[in-house]
């Protein structure tokens, strides 16, 4: 693959002149040697005691043994560094470089690559020939899951393991779980939960998967951990979009993509927008409701909940919850309504209830985009391979058909057989 470009995104000093020309040009080489890999060129601007304190790991000393970190990592990534100083300056034979930045690394081995935010302070000195050399550089972690900087970091970990992390995006910052084989060659899975819920209640799914594949699972924006749209009325084609830039993100090139409900429809416009990156696309339930029926859930199912000083919301919130376990839909308690499988354990419905909480602000605003998305038009323009329901067939042109294994009433609480069926037909579907 082609290195990645340096980018560098300078911002002004509070005054011109605290800037110093000859540190800038200094900072400017440094982070262009890590984005070019030239690990030669990071070591010679160090001194021969320089110390360095790496976030997560212990505190190196002197040139040499600094130099054998850098050469090890860059060994075993390809680094992308994007800056952004606050302060270069010079005072005499001293000088200081601070700042922030995001760096993605993308494994050589293969494996999937991910970004990391932290904050760095290095201080120089001059030396004999006038030249800036490092004397102490200490980075610090901001939004780094898995804060390593030796060659031996695994993102992935053991395989079949999902963990959480973080990636960042203009607006802030994407929640998701990750996981799957330490090194495969498998198309990974983009699997985006039906709301309004997390990612978090598809766990035991997302392990079962993890051992055959890579797995990426982001919240939607404004759900679970998330964060929440930028603006009050978001259209979907914003939460697509913004699945993109969290795949952007993540160094997912292309990938195979998993959608049910409101994911379905998100799934559908990512298709539409980039179908060069999804491999295949793979939708379970999808809803085509018209007219009144339409009105009545939009106006329902998912409200604008606002927390209030009583704490009013969070007892209607947990009530929600108990009826959404209970009636279909949960806003109509009519006999008629009444799903007739009791409710989920009490700490499935602790664990449910408060993701709930965390996104009752903003749960509503993915769903007010979904109830306007116009889902039947949509489908008849996908160009991609596409594997959808036996009853959602007739909606699909050319769609293969797939009758997803039953996973029982909640898939917190599913066998481990059922989840390791459901996950082996993702793996069949998706092949390589």
Do not use: C
């Amino acid at each position: 693959m082609n290195r990645p470009t340096f980018v560098l995104i300078a911002l002004l000093a509070s005054s011109a002149a605290a800037e110093d020309a000859t540190v800038r040009k200094f900072h400017d080489a440094f982070f262009a040697a890590w984005n070019e890999g030239d690990a030669d060129a990071l070591v010679e601007r160090l001194t021969e005691d320089t110390v360095y304190h790496p976030m997560g790991a212990e505190t190196l000393v002197g040139r040499d043994v600094i130099g054998g970190s850098y050469r090890s990592f860059i060994d075993s990534f390809n680094v992308r560094m994007d800056v952004t100083p606050e302060v270069l300056d010079a005072y005499g034979d001293h000088g200081m470089m601070q700042g922030t930045y995001t760096s993605t690394l993308t494994p050589k081995d293969g494996r999937p690559g991910w970004s990391r935010s932290g904050r760095y302070h290095m201080d120089l000195v001059r030396n004999v020939d006038g030249d800036w050399r490092i004397a102490r550089e200490v980075t610090q972690m901001t939004a780094d899951p898995t804060p390593r900087l030796m060659a031996e970091a695994n993102p992935t970990t053991s395989d079949g393991e999902v963990r959480r992390r973080f990636a960042d995006i203009d607006e802030g910052q994407v929640h998701y779980w990750q996981g799957g084989p330490a090194a495969s060659n498998k198309t990974p899975l983009l699997f985006l939960h039906p709301g309004p819920h997390s990612a978090r209640v598809q766990k035991p799914l997302l392990d079962a998967i993890a051992t055959h594949r890579p797995v990426y699972a982001p919240d939607i924006m404004g759900m679970g951990d998330s964060s929440p749209p930028p603006h009050l009325e978001p259209d979907l084609s914003y939460f697509a979009d913004a699945v993109l830039r969290f795949a952007d993100a993540t160094g997912l090139e292309s990938f195979a993509l998993y959608g049910s409900n409101l994911s379905a429809r998100i799934g559908v416009e990512i298709a539409l927008q980039q179908p060069e990156r999804v491999r295949t696309l793979i939708l379970n339930r999808m809803v085509f409701f018209e007219g009144d029926t339409l009105a009545t859930w939009a106006a329902g199912h998912v409200p604008n909940v606002q927390p209030d000083q009583e704490g009013a919301y969070v007892t209607f919130l947990w009530s929600r919850l108990r009826d959404l376990n209970t009636y279909v839909p949960w806003f109509q308690k009519g006999a008629e309504n009444l799903r007739g499988k009791g409710l989920p354990s009490a700490d499935i419905l602790h664990l449910s209830f408060v993701e709930q909480v965390k996104m009752a602000p903003t749960m509503h605003l993915a769903f007010d985009a979904y109830w306007a998305y116009p889902l039947i038009e949509k489908l008849l323009h996908l160009k991609v391979q596409t594997t959808v329901t036996e009853a959602d067939a007739k909606r699909v042109p050319d769609a293969e058909i797939w009758a997803p294994t039953p996973l029982g009433g909640n898939v917190i609480s599913a066998t481990p057989g059922a989840l390791a069926a459901r996950a082996a037909q993702f793996d069949k579907i998706i092949g390589d």
